[in-house]
């Protein structure tokens, strides 16, 4: 079992606290994987076809169970969740976008200065002990590597980091091959790529690798490019472990079809709708998925928060917006953020959620679906799609294996399984 | 600090386990009191108006937060899953009522037949822990004492226990005074007042005290027999805890207004409003609050099953509910049951929960709503009423602390936190 990376590490110090959590300095390299979009049917169909066949001997040889993302189920949401251990009432950022109460403008997080707290591996960096991130999309890294003394970098821009210490000049000579095309599975294989190279150097303790949802967002559980790409994805899970490092799998969130009999999507366009019944220039819509970078779902996922421009009927508006068909739950701020743990200054006046089948967006406008090319519009971001997987390639603690099976887990308790529930 | 009693107690046995779950054996006399229709608005009310001076103090000396119940937010429901440690999906007890598949009876719950696992309080009586079960209603009984080795009686019928142990004839020679109207505050202060005598004659490892929520359907938080109520409460409380117990208590659900400004309940009787849609005969909906010996609802809750008599479109009669003022979530059954861990094969085809202003019946001749009196309607039974309060006598492991803190706390883990997370 190859001894992990431990410059000036006080010997002293066995846990560290983020955020009112505590957690074990890693004893063996240990890395967490956000397998971005991997929802349970593809781990369920992949193991049903013979294509994961780590993950599946994991079901003996480790934990393979699930647990529920944080509301909304969107990337930036969730990752950050993953990374600092709690939801986003405490962490800040519950969306892509959000709505500047002073400007009137949509924002796009694309850097820390949104986060409220600091993150599980940024703690763990400032013990000693030898921390990387590797990420598929550039605009999470410096999120994720907040206050992070350690190796950082994405799939997208992967020569930015320092990688002397690996005696690579970038990310690309480390991997051994050129950066993909950010509309690629092979973004998401080459982050993977690049820890598999870490591990074996470098030998971080702790490593956080997270991908991309392109493959989950085009392909069905069960269609051949997606068993390919998740059985590619088994295969890396395999080398760490080989590697001897300690490996937990989850998701930021699941991915669900949103497309009629037909092949058409179903769509609520609900700022059109409470335009039309309330009057232009009534509620601004936020799509907490909206990515200017992200071709494949236009900006249509399973939630939305609505802003009111001016005084209005906000019962009215949410009793409206319910009755649309595809609709699935309409609640005012204080109650989703209650019931959701949001932080209340950065919701809208209410919230929508679609059912696992529908999407909901703003104006139609605002929504180019032309980049679907045929596919069937597959997406994510609603309660539909919070259940996730939750694996770790050693067996649990009791303590642990209790919690998994008779407690609430959620993906944001990845870390502390795998730092503190592995025997 | 009296030593409790250990009749034939293994000496090798530390722990037990019920349902996946291992409880510590008692170290000392432990009170788990489920005070029924605790809505944490009783609790915030009733420290700001000082009427909880035992309570208020536990902030410091021992622990005083919030967990959510099961849905439905009902008491047999909840008080069964306080008692197993696990979600109806595993114990089975979905509501005071469910249709016979077979029969298309409605039967009432009013025994464990329908029970489908055993109990914390067996299991640690079986243990040879001496273990005592006080309720305000006897319905419940049978279902709390299931399989448990030790005193069992409810205020309703307080004779009918052997309290020789103690040398009491009855309930009533013990607590000495006469079983008081089940409609009544006393019938719950009597509950208390039992469990109080018997820890201090017979001081049970473990005893589990359960009251009836008349006062909180009558009575808002801060009306003055709210505050009186709870004010009795509390002196118990600080009694158990002079007698030297660990005392921990939480609620089955919370309770909340249901009537308009104008004092008329905001109902919705889905029933009518289906057959109307649907056709008579279309469907059957079952109130899972329903329970012929209360009067002060009127069986009119939060959450209700529907189930088609005959094949129909359930889809459209989704749509149809959701568009009813009030409706707040509509799930068919797979969805409910994920979502909620409720058993499949006792859940309607779909589930219809209101928002926390309203709620829901079947037919308006089901209903009688003439016992309200003038009083405004408080119910429960929704998601609205899942947030109940979590308050243990002694400061929290650190474990248990952090779990608190950052966890998720659900009411059925409150003999985890009584037994394993104290100090």
Chains 1, 2 share one sequence.
Not at 53 to 76: H, Q, W
Not at 77 to 100: M, R, W
Not at 154 to 161: D, F, G, K, V, Y
Not at 182 to 193: C, E, H, I, M
């Amino acid at each position: 079992m190859p001894q992990m990376s431990s410059a000036h590490r006080p010997q002293t110090t066995t846990h560290v606290e983020a955020n009112g959590r505590t957690y074990a300095l890693p004893r063996r390299p240990t890395v967490v994987v956000c397998l971005d979009g991997f929802d349970p049917e593809y781990l369920e169909r992949g193991i049903a076809d013979g294509v994961l066949p780590t993950i599946a001997a994991l079901r003996t040889k480790g934990y393979v169970g699930s647990a529920l993302a944080s509301i909304p189920t969107t990337t930036n949401t969730n990752n950050t969740s993953i990374v600092t251990g709690v939801p986003p009432a405490v962490h800040g950022i519950n969306g892509n976008y959000y709505l500047d109460a002073e400007t009137g403008e949509e924002i796009m997080v694309t850097d820390a200065r949104r986060l409220r707290c600091g993150t599980i591996l940024g703690a763990v960096s400032k013990a000693g002990v030898q921390t990387a991130v590797v990420t598929a999309k550039d605009k999470l890294l410096k999120v994720l590597a907040y206050e992070m003394d350690g190796i950082a970098f994405s799939s997208e821009q992967p020569n930015t980091a320092d990688l002397s210490a690996v005696g690579a000049s970038g990310g690309e000579e480390l991997v051994g091959r050129a950066r993909p095309d950010q509309y690629s599975a092979d973004l998401s294989l080459f982050a993977l790529d690049a820890g598999l190279k870490l591990l074996a150097s470098l030998k971080p303790g702790l490593m956080y690798l997270s991908t991309s949802d392109y493959v989950q967002h085009k392909y069905a559980p069960g269609d051949a490019e997606a068993n390919a790409f998740h059985a590619e994805v088994d295969k890396r899970i395999a080398r760490m472990i080989e590697l001897g490092a300690t490996v937990a799998l989850t998701a930021d969130h699941g991915m669900a079809d949103k497309a009629a009999a037909d092949g058409q999507p179903n769509v609520v366009y609900v700022e059109d709708a409470l335009t039309a019944k309330f009057g232009a220039g009534s509620v601004r819509v936020i799509c907490p998925i909206a990515d200017p970078f992200v071709r494949h779902h236009g900006a249509l996922g399973g939630f939305v928060r609505v802003h009111l421009l001016k005084p209005g009927d906000i019962a009215a508006m949410m009793t409206y917006a319910r009755s649309l068909p595809g609709v699935e739950l309409v609640l005012d701020k204080a109650t989703v953020c209650e019931r959701f743990q949001l932080p209340p200054d950065r919701e809208g006046d209410f919230a929508i959620f679609t059912d696992r089948a529908t999407v909901i967006g703003a104006r139609r406008e605002d929504h180019d679906l032309s980049a679907l090319g045929g596919h069937r519009l597959r997406s994510h971001g609603g309660i539909g799609e919070q259940r996730v997987p939750l694996i770790l390639s050693r067996p649990l603690t009791p303590e642990y294996r209790e919690w998994a099976e008779t407690g609430v887990v959620r993906n944001l308790d990845v870390f502390d399984f795998a730092l503190n529930g592995v025997s």
